[in-house]
């Protein structure tokens, strides 16, 4: 299970302030999970023999956008934070000005990470102690690899969610002369639950779907008329399509062309249904989990789930199913209707930060995956004189035709300041404003999901 409270260091007589900026569900459910895990203090194992048992002070900012979580997308999420408010950039940067924390989070993407670690160099500037900034990815990286991580470069910690990332991570750092200290091995932090024993009654099949993977309407119809096909194949079994977000809800990524929108031509079976919710609740109930290159394989690897990574459309590194080569879990829905059972590499399974049978295997090196993370912060807020400025690879004078561009996205200047105009309200937008910026969002994700794709077809004829 997931972790609820963490003992903080005997000198400590407060509970450390930890502040969380997310731009999309997925990004907030990492971000938050995270700081609870790498909150300094002893390992989990050692809290449980304490009689003092403080949790962090969680502060939950989400960045406003296309991508900003609904309250139903949040609930999903299960993290309780004890604020949690919608902000822009430059409000951000303000409330890391005027108020104090010991951690601050950045579970954005990487123009994000990057605008926010030069607008937070600028803010501190002059002050005696800053918070340790850490960032990180949501899951699997398998795209933009050097990109991504030169975006985070700057903040004191740059977790990797398996040995695997860390050695890629280390290496591109050192390859452009960047420091390559901040990266620390650590693992995804929302594994969890119990390991699979056995078959359930009636044997559930999960297909994982993912926003943009694939993005054309021919894949992903093909997909699921496979997933009807296999459920009518096997009417004894309970065929389950796991979808991230509602229509007219944004993920991390767009998706314009719906399953649920899909599905309505196809007439599936009674054993087939479309689920929504928390990821380790419908694992709870699965034998076979089926997806192109979702997180939720690791999940279920994490578990002991059988677990499949489809080669159906080619392996392929646009579908990000590259990554599962030497998974031994690649396999294709003609195998699946066969029976086919895969069986998982063991050493692949390992350098992904997945200890294969859950948490309780392995000797529990799965509750110690964040120690080092937590001793390494620990250290920094310690640490004599506090911590140094930040110092981002990418500054005016290394990227000059780059970062200026990435920096003004979040009405930001060159050096970090806010450029004239930049919105920040000084108190919560009243009720009018509310009701115009929910329709304005609404009224982008409808053109998204339905304009767009009209258009692109008239665009074909």
Same mark, same amino acid.
Request: proline share 7%.
């Given at each position: ?7 903080v260091p005997s000198s400590t007589t407060k509970p450390p302030r930890i502040a969380v900026l997310a731009d999309s569900d997925t990004r907030w459910k990492w971000g938050a ?18 009689d003092t048992q403080v949790r962090p002070a969680l502060s939950g900012f989400l960045l406003r956008g296309r991508a900003t979580p609904t309250p139903r997308q949040l609930e ?105 200290? +901040?990266?620390?091995? *650590?693992? /995804?932090?929302? $594994? &969890?639950?119990?390991?699979?024993? @056995?078959? #359930? ?102 578990? +002991?789930?059988?677990? *499949?990574? /489809?080669?159906? $459309? &080619?392996?392929?590194?646009?579908? @990000?199913? #590259? ?84 920096l003004a996205r979040h009405h930001l200047g060159p050096d970090g300041s806010p450029l004239p105009g930049a919105p920040a309200a000084d108190r919560e937008p009243g009720p ?9 969002? @609404? ?19």
């Open positions: 299970m997931l972790p609820s409270v963490f003992v999970l995270t700081a609870d895990r790498i909150a300094p203090g002893p390992t989990m194992e050692a809290a449980s023999r304490e999903e999420v299960g993290v309780v934070a004890d604020s949690l408010r919608e902000v822009t950039a430059v409000e951000f940067l303000r409330a890391m000005a005027e108020e104090s924390y010991d951690i601050v989070v950045l579970a954005l993407v990487g123009g994000g990470v990057q605008a926010m670690l030069h607008g937070l160099k600028r803010v501190w500037e002059g002050r005696e102690k800053r918070p340790v900034v850490v960032t990180g990815y949501v899951g699997v990286v398998y795209e933009k690899l050097a990109d991504g991580l030169l975006l985070r470069h700057g903040a004191d910690v740059v977790l990797a969610n398996s040995r695997q990332d860390a050695e890629r991570f280390r290496a591109v750092y050192d390859g452009v002369g960047a420091d390559s200290s +901040s990266v620390t091995e *650590v693992a /995804l932090p929302f $594994l &969890g639950g119990d390991p699979y024993t @056995g078959e #359930h009654d009636p044997y559930t099949v999960v297909f994982a779907a993912q926003p943009s993977v694939p993005d054309s309407r021919k894949d992903r119809t093909y997909l699921l008329e496979r997933l009807v096909r296999h459920a009518r194949l096997h009417p004894e079994r309970e065929v389950l399509l796991k979808l991230r977000s509602k229509p007219g809800e944004h993920t991390t990524h767009i998706e314009e062309l719906p399953y649920q929108k899909l599905v309505q031509r196809l007439d599936p079976p009674a054993n087939f249904r479309m689920v929504y919710g928390n990821m380790g609740e419908v694992l709870d109930r699965t034998d076979l989990l089926v997806t192109i290159s979702s997180t939720a394989a690791l999940e279920s690897l994490h578990r +002991s789930i059988p677990t *499949v990574v /489809l080669t159906d $459309l &080619g392996v392929r590194e646009v579908l @990000g199913n #590259h990554h599962f080569v030497g998974s031994g879990c690649l396999a294709s829905w003609d195998q699946l209707d066969d029976g086919h059972r895969p069986a998982p590499d063991e050493e692949w399974v390992a350098r992904q930060g997945v200890v294969a049978g859950g948490p309780s295997s392995g000797g529990g090196s799965y509750a110690h995956a964040f120690d080092v993370a937590r001793e390494r912060i620990a250290k920094l807020l310690d640490r004599p004189g506090g911590l140094p400025p930040m110092t981002p690879y990418y500054t005016p004078a290394t990227a000059p035709g780059y970062l200026p561009g990435l009018v404003r509310q009701i115009v910026r929910r329709a304005a969002r @609404g009224a982008y994700r409808h053109g998204v999901q339905r304009v767009a794709p009209v258009i692109r077809r008239m665009g074909e004829l």
